[in-house]
């Protein structure tokens, strides 16, 4: 598989070199906006720790991105007024990835309101 280029978008945000709205962050994860929002409110979290996706991460960075998951998912979810919540991640481009440092995409969603494409 193709090693992680740390030069990615997301990688990029890390650095401070993109600029990015930060909904969450500690030692470890960082959490912001979606640039280009599939619902109000969509938020992805990140490892500090460059991964490209699932395949690589090391089993302590995705034990510990999936709790911190949680744990923005709920603050999300009360923060929009939400009236459910999709979680969704992504792995190599014939899957949809298009930004190659691990994420999960947490997508608060509302009764009657479809995703944006
Ligand atoms: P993927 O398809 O790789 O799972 O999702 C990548 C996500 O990153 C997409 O939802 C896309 O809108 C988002 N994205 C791409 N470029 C940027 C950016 O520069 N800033 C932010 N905040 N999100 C981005």
Do not use: C, W
Not at 59 to 65: G, I, M, R
Not at 80 to 88: C, E, K
Not at 96 to 103: D, K
């Amino acid at each position: 598989m193709t090693a992680y280029d740390p030069d990615n978008i997301f990688g990029k945000i890390l650095k401070g070199e993109i600029p990015s709205h930060t909904v969450y962050e500690d030692d470890d994860t960082l959490a912001f906006m979606d640039v280009m929002p599939q619902s109000r409110g969509h938020t992805l979290v990140i490892p500090k720790t460059g991964s490209r996706n699932l395949f690589d991460a090391e089993p302590q960075v995705l034990a510990d991105l999936i709790q911190k998951t949680q744990r923005v998912a709920k603050a999300v979810m009360t923060a929009m007024d939400a009236d459910g919540l999709r979680v969704a991640q992504f792995n190599e481009a014939p899957a949809g990835q298009t930004v190659f440092h691990l994420h999960f995409h947490i997508i608060p969603m509302y009764e009657g309101v479809p995703l944006r494409p």
